[in-house]
């Protein structure tokens, strides 16, 4: 039973989620409560549309960009059509730390399954997982977590998953922070998802986590829609049940997401190459270089972790978000490269 | 070399533009000249969206759904953003004979790269395409056919790739109607676009069509974006060519968008149970049954090729476009089969 339940999961599974060493590696900083909101600095008679930002480069360079490029008759204009702007998620729009939020879900997942399955008391990786021991879990490696993946993300319906998904939004909060998942969004962030839609812009995630999970707030977190949310997927099975058609998430790996996957996603499913490019991590490396290759107007930005007090503080050495060639590449490239700290007048949305 | 180009390639590849046989079962006849455009029927004082469409069952069933879906405080209502209709391609969109339209860029595309390649005069089955001679490109079976498919449809960038469709698409001619291709559009299809975009609708196309085909026409003939197309997808090969990203095609499939394959990528890539669904064949079928099943109205429609005069009647025996499966579903489902015959009052959008 187990064996034919993991039988197809590849080596790329692990890739969706989790690095190994992510939970050992986890930084031991919570967020601290946001300060409280101050002076939006807005320029006098109207509304600042970047409020949670400070003055400065990073700030300066995303509204000269949304300038040019909407500045009808101007040699950098362009046409709303191709106003295509790609998003990260983890690490890019909402934390991350100590470990991806949707792992967290997996491992409460396994707890929820567990008196649906007496023999994981005594069945690694999840009698670790049970017993709250993720030094356990990680010591079964990338099979573990792919088993735990598995175990967590298939074997249920496309709609039952989404259902599922919700609920646990609606209940789970952040071990550290005591906030709920979707309250550790970034604010800064979601003004400038805001403030290029307002601008013609459409938005989109492309992340390597699970579309299906994601979906599961990122209408609401976001004012992203399911259509424009691009993640990893898994095989589905088209079934008939009593004349009724339904979708079964199976085990198996249809595409990941992630590195390289981020361009050819991006060319499958939007099929226009994206102006504007926002990422964390060396996972969006291709992603931004995708975009700074465009003929025209082009912005590429990653988001440097770098708030220890508030946020988190990590960058080339992480297990989790790590930037590394990616910082090189945007030192190379003159892409921005927002700092948490200095950048951003708060992080999430509301104070505690 | 030609091993290696064809390394990867699964059966699968067949599924994309070919069943073999489909030349060799091609009907003989063509679409004759359009009707000149008659009166449109509209209700006095309001103009009609649908005038290419006959009065009758068919048209009553979509206006009818679409005053549902639409008529706030209704029990029916469907908000704006759940509004999803999506349509097949071939012999939904545009028609579909004699063979499909992506396979008639494919031989005319050996044909252009022949003079690169000296040696495919001696070399099947590229020696029977230079020659004319389909019956002997189909002697090859599968293996011939997806051998074209890989010659002419991978090996270049994807920017490339869509610069050759679009040259192709302004200057090939259907071989019957002496129309360009993108000439063999549906009129009442187009209409029904409309109608349903002006009703809040989003469509989509969902098509076994390579989707980087599609895109070169789908704005321009339905005015439906890159980002709304989804059909069959190739692997690509992300690289940085003198510090430019470009995109590679490789000759292998990465998804075969039919079947079970629709709904499948309708969630992955939609990721709502769309309300509205458009077919012609039983490569549709699964589509239909998924939007068919949703647990709110809907609404699910064949287009069934019954005009020998005006384009080309075929269903269950044809081995383009096969109708027979789905034909029972319909009837069984109380879906709705329009008649091209006796529900269109014209085909194409101009007379020639």
Redesign the interface.
């Known amino acids: 039973m187990k064996c034919s339940f993991l039988r197809g999961i590849t080596v790329a599974a692990a890739a969706i989620l989790v690095s190994v060493g992510s939970l050992a590696g986890a930084q031991g900083n919570a967020p601290a409560a946001p300060p409280t909101p101050s002076s939006t600095g807005a320029p006098s008679g109207k509304a600042d549309p970047l409020p949670s930002w400070n003055r400065g480069a990073s700030r300066d360079a995303i509204t000269a960009f949304v300038k040019r490029v909407t500045t009808r008759g101007g040699k950098d204009f362009v046409p709303l059509?191709e106003r295509?702007a790609v998003f990260d998620n983890d690490g890019t729009l909402w934390a991350e730390q100590p470990m991806y939020f949707q792992l967290a879900f997996a491992l409460d997942r396994v707890k929820a399954l567990a008196p649906q399955h007496p023999e994981w008391k005594a069945q690694e990786p999840f009698k670790s997982v049970l017993a709250g021991d993720l030094k356990g879990v990680l010591a079964g490696g990338e099979r573990a977590l792919m088993e735990i993946i598995a175990s967590t993300h298939a074997g249920i319906t496309?709609e039952e998953f989404e259902g599922v998904v919700k609920a646990w939004l609606a209940s789970a909060k952040h071990p550290k922070s005591g906030l709920f998942y979707t309250q550790m969004v970034y604010q800064p962030m979601l003004e400038l998802l805001g403030y290029l839609r307002a601008n013609g812009f459409?938005t989109f995630i492309v992340s390597g986590g699970g579309?299906?999970f994601m979906?599961g707030f990122a209408?609401k977190a976001y004012g992203i829609?399911?259509?424009q949310?691009?993640g990893s997927?898994g095989?589905?099975?088209?079934e008939?049940r009593e004349?009724?058609?339904?979708?079964l998430k199976l085990p198996e790996i249809?595409?990941v997401d992630d590195k390289?996957g981020k361009?050819?996603a991006i060319?499958?499913?939007?099929?226009?190459r994206p102006i504007a490019a926002f990422g964390n991590s060396d996972g969006d490396l291709?992603m931004l270089?995708?975009t700074?290759?465009g003929p025209g107007p082009h912005f590429s930005l990653y988001v440097h972790h770098t708030d220890a007090e508030r946020e988190w503080a990590y960058d080339r050495a992480s297990s989790i978000g790590k930037l590394d060639k990616g910082l090189d590449a945007a030192t190379a490239g003159g892409w921005t490269v927002v700092s948490m700290k200095d950048d951003w007048k708060r992080i999430f949305p509301s104070p505690r």
């Open positions: 059509p295509i496309t459409k579309v299906e979906r209408e829609p399911p259509e949310v691009i997927t095989k589905l099975k088209f008939l004349g009724k058609a339904v979708l249809q595409f390289a361009p050819a060319q499958a499913q939007i099929g226009r291709e270089q995708w700074a290759s």
